[in-house]
């Protein structure tokens, strides 16, 4: 599996909330078991404009996924969703073909009002497109929001998580969740148990 984490650095997100973010970020791969001959993984950072903190194989450069994710920092300004994900459909261009794509986007909130939304369909779109799979983790965010909600292909993929410190709680679910979408074998780790859907 090729998985993209999208973490939310924006206005309203504080230190706290952050290193929830990145613990289950870590925690997550570690389900998926993130190594050069199994999962690939990649940590975009988004507010205003999003950064990309480490591309599928940087981490195979010598650095652990886990330093990847402890670099991210808190930058502030809008909320910009659909430039993440302008982001993130850049990045999969470099996901291999033969792997499910998957995507966890985790946000405190709708993007920023003056940036609307038709253009963030059009951005959630072209990610699918890339026949990723799309997730939103919704920090205190209602899985009905009329912004949020097209962004996803089913609603079932919208994870309405209560706040920060629940995040960790869902990682297993989560995991379970993911690989019944797949179709695919895939093995968590942290179980070590191998799940077919269907």
Same mark, same amino acid.
């Given at each position: ?62 650095k652990s996924f886990e330093d990847i994710v402890d670099s991210v920092t808190l930058t502030g300004g809008r909320r910009n969703i659909q430039e993440a994900l302008q982001q993130t459909q850049r ?5 291999? #073909?033969?792997?499910?794509? %998957? &995507? ?10 003056? /940036? =609307?939304?038709q253009r963030l369909r059009e951005m959630a779109k072209s990610v699918r497109d890339m026949r990723a799979v799309l997730y939103i983790i919704g920090v205190g965010v209602d899985d009905n929001d ?26 297993? #679910?989560?995991?379970?969740? %993911? &690989? ?10 942290? /179980? =070590? ?6």
């Open positions: 599996m090729d998985i993209v984490f999208l973490l939310d650095t924006s206005n309203g997100v504080t230190q706290s909330d952050l290193r929830q973010q990145k613990d289950f970020a870590k925690l997550v791969a570690k389900q998926f078991g993130i190594a050069p001959s199994s999962s690939h993984a990649a940590v975009i950072s988004y507010s205003d404009k999003p950064i990309l903190i480490g591309g599928f194989f940087d981490y195979l450069m010598g990045l999969l261009t470099s996901a291999r #073909p033969d792997v499910p794509r %998957v &995507v966890f986007l985790i946000t405190y909130g709708q993007q920023a009002r003056e /940036l =609307g939304s009329p912004q949020l909600q097209p962004v996803v292909e089913r609603r079932s993929d919208f994870f309405e998580i209560p706040s920060s410190s629940d995040l960790n709680s869902y990682v297993q #679910p989560i995991a379970y969740y %993911v &690989v019944s979408r797949t179709g695919k074998p895939i093995t968590i780790m942290r /179980l =070590g148990l191998q799940l077919t859907s269907g």
